[in-house]
């Protein structure tokens, strides 16, 4: 029974339909990301582009960083509809720029949210947090009390030090370049 109820959530979740694409990511990005979720009582799955995410480099020089943040744009009205307290918050949220100091090119629809978790020190501790805000507010501030993120990472082959993978086509990049140029080559013999 256990093992149709899990071929049943596989299916309800639409694993097999994001898996492969979580897969290309892992080639050629050199990680892939699934983030996995509860709404409403039902586990949710959904494929997270690497660039969303934001972890510390020098935290996680050996790989295990103890916080993760989620950048995202998000429609406004999506999220008044979750938030609904702070309806007028998000309404009012006129960002130019993302926060990396780029100007956007999204509708004024969109509005860059943060999703952040802070893993807790250790056994019995309360510092654990997980928070979603804008610039201008917080949505939600909660603790957190898992000691692992919601995320399940695929990478195509580890570094030797940090916390992102290294793709396959990273790894072929000179090989190809040398196909390249042994091509043009061919190509300039078979024109004389």
């Not at 807790?120 to 949505?139: A, K, M």
């Amino acid at each position: 029974l256990l093992d149709k109820f899990v071929s049943g959530q596989f299916y309800e979740t639409g694993i097999y339909d994001i898996a492969p694409r979580i897969f290309l990511d892992a080639t050629v990005f050199g990680t892939g990301v699934m983030k996995i979720y509860e709404v409403g009582g039902k586990v949710k799955i959904d494929r997270i582009f690497p660039n969303e995410l934001i972890v510390d480099d020098t935290e996680s020089l050996y790989g295990e960083p103890r916080q993760l943040f989620q950048r995202k744009f998000i429609s406004r009205r999506v999220l008044s509809s979750l938030y609904p307290e702070v309806k007028q918050q998000i309404m009012d949220n006129d960002v130019k720029a993302d926060s990396y100091g780029n100007n956007r090119n999204t509708s004024n629809e969109q509005i860059e949210c943060v999703e952040a978790w802070h893993l807790p020190s250790g056994e019995g501790t309360e510092d654990g947090r997980h928070v979603i805000c804008l610039d201008n507010v917080t949505l939600l501030d909660e603790p957190y009390e898992k000691d692992y993120f919601p995320f399940a990472f695929l990478k195509w082959t580890d570094r030797l030090l940090g916390f992102w993978g290294q793709g396959l086509a990273e790894q072929l990049a000179g090989i190809q370049a040398e196909i390249n140029k042994l091509l043009s080559q061919i190509q300039l013999q078979m024109t004389l």
